[in-house]
């Protein structure tokens, strides 16, 4: 099985939305033929195959095709309770992992996508070695999510989680609109929230490539930090959004020095993107909203 991004058989895309339309268009344009797996798959580009799934329904998930290369796991939950995490994120990947199993070798390779919430409250610095503390009943999901991909890991499948945090972008525009309605009132800025949080941030399309790259490598990273260079104190982006949009700046006194929380490190994907010879697009989050803008 051929992993070094060319032509490479055919990829599987279980919760093809958003993002998950966006990778199968990339491993398309690699020459991958892609199926997307999704409840409305007539709603899928033309580059992408549409089959109908329903992850609350894993018993009757389609089999992958013989020649699958590639599954991508990027459902979303739809609602945020640990019942639903459970049922689409935790039953569904159980269902899609059988199947993987069940297929003659060379096995598809997995890559799930996951989330930096299953570091919980951790402060500081935290890599892809930083002990997982979640601090929700739906990141502990999350948490067993991740044990589904380990335990793949060592029956002989090549899987990757890839964590991913604050993903913004095209149709992705809660906090410009609040800070485009923002009218410097106390009861504004106490729906941003505290500006002393550090946010950790990927462009969607940065956060496809990230999967795509982790597609393309011969020998993946089990698992994979998805931010981008610049972790900041979120009342920095308010500002800097204040003063591209002209309203008032939320947060005239603020002091960086004093951010708080997780500060993701992203250096091993940064890394890996560039003994691809590729990088990020949007390397902080000036970048990125700009467009939007």
């Known amino acids: 099985m051929d992993h070094d991004g060319s032509t490479a058989g055919r990829a599987v895309v279980v919760g093809c939305g958003d993002l998950g339309t966006r990778i199968g268009l990339r491993l398309h344009a690699r020459g991958h033929d892609v199926d997307g797996w999704r409840r409305s798959p007539e709603r899928l580009p033309a580059e992408i195959r ?33 019942a639903r995490y459970r ?9 899609v992992l059988e199947r993987i199993a069940a297929m003659p070798a060379p096995r598809p ?13 951790a402060e500081g610095r935290l890599d ?17 999510v991740e044990e589904l991909v380990v335990g793949a890991r060592t029956h002989g499948i090549t899987a990757s989680t890839l964590r991913l945090s604050g993903i913004y972008g095209p149709g992705r525009r809660r906090l410009i609109s609040r800070i485009e309605a923002f009218d410097g009132g106390a009861e504004a800025r106490e729906r941003l929230g505290d500006p002393l949080r550090i946010s950790n941030r990927i462009h969607v399309d940065d956060a496809a490539l990230a999967a795509c790259t982790l597609a393309g490598v011969e020998e993946p990273p089990g698992v994979l930090i998805g931010v981008d260079e610049m972790p900041i104190a979120v009342g920095e982006v308010h500002n800097w959004l204040a003063d591209r949009l002209d309203r008032p700046r939320p947060w005239p006194e603020l002091d960086p020095d004093r951010a708080h929380g997780r500060r993701m490190d992203g250096s091993r994907l940064h890394g890996l993107l560039a003994a691809c010879g590729t990088a990020l697009r949007h390397r902080d989050y000036r970048s990125g909203y700009a467009l939007e803008l």
């Open 109 to 121: 390779r997995l890559i799930v996508i996951g989330s930096t919430s299953v570091h919980g409250g």
């Open 128 to 144: 892809e070695e930083s002990p997982l503390t979640p601090a929700s009943p739906t990141a502990e999901v999350l948490v067993q």
């Open 87 to 95: 049922a689409v994120l935790h039953d569904g990947l159980a269902a």
């Open 50 to 82: 549409g089959v109908a799934a329903d992850l609350l329904r894993p018993a009757d998930l389609p089999e992958l095709p013989e020649d699958t290369s590639t599954v991508v796991f990027t459902p979303s939950a739809g609602e945020r309770s640990a």
